[in-house]
């Protein structure tokens, strides 16, 4: 299965200022997504980004606040701006490198702390 | 490494006995349902998958069991192993969306 790499691993920001992450795949994707997972919670989707177009996002979350490039297909960035203490969460990226179930793999996620 | 059930329910379990872990889904129209186990730090990992046409699938250790009328599921451990703790997570999916669709998150502890 497709390896991950993501970073930063974590990092603590000042409010006001934007962070970002990057994700990189050790194969090919067409699909990517990335995930909230605040204190404590499950994930939640933000967006999914597929390479060539725009990305897609979920109810909630708008590309001012969270632009995301995917400028091929092993590589994706998301961008958390103007941060807030609210923001404060962990961001994992993911690929569906293969038919299933078993094809989607994350990385090890982004431990972002807004102070 | 972070934890991320801090908040989560709590499953705690003797070693060697078995766990069973409780999911509600919320789209009827789900194609599959994945449980994935999460540890301190890490990203999910798959454990096992069951597509909507089955309501039970085994794997080494573990059994899915899917109830469709209310839409229920459950991962059920067999001689849960210290090496199991960790938030377990239920996903849904459809084969048209791709997106992968989480529910609420249960923390394992196994006494040892």
């Known amino acids: 299965s497709a390896v991950i790499s993501q970073k930063p691993s974590r990092d603590i920001c000042q409010r006001g200022t934007s962070l970002t992450i990057q994700c990189q795949v050790d194969?090919?994707?067409?699909?990517m997504f990335w995930y909230r997972q605040q204190p404590g919670q499950s994930l939640t989707l933000i967006a999914t980004?597929?390479?060539?177009?725009?990305?897609?996002?979920e109810s909630g979350f708008v590309i001012d606040k969270f632009p995301i490039s995917r400028p091929n297909l092993t590589f994706s960035t998301l961008t958390v701006s103007n941060m807030s203490p609210e923001d404060s969460s962990i961001y994992l990226c993911?690929?569906?490198?293969?038919?299933?179930?078993?094809?989607?793999?994350f990385g090890s996620g982004t431990r972002l702390t807004v102070v | 490494g972070e934890s991320v059930g801090l908040h989560l329910p709590t499953l705690s379990v003797q070693e060697g006995d078995n766990s069973i872990i409780n999911c509600a889904y919320s789209n009827s129209a789900s194609d599959y349902f994945i449980w994935y186990k999460q540890e301190s730090g890490k990203g999910p990992q798959f454990i096992i998958d069951?597509?909507?046409?089955?309501d039970k699938r085994q794997g080494q250790r573990v059994t899915v069991l899917l109830n469709k009328t209310v839409k229920h599921l459950s991962l059920q451990i067999a001689a849960t192993q210290p090496g199991d703790s960790a938030v377990y997570f239920c996903a849904e999916n459809t084969d048209s969306s791709y997106k992968l669709i989480f529910g609420s998150g249960t923390r394992l502890l196994v006494r040892p």
């Open positions: 194969s090919q994707v067409t699909m």
């Open positions: 069951i597509r909507s046409n089955m």
């Open positions: 993911s690929a569906r490198a293969g038919q299933g179930a078993e094809g989607y793999t």
């Open positions: 980004a597929n390479q060539g177009s725009e990305a897609t996002y």
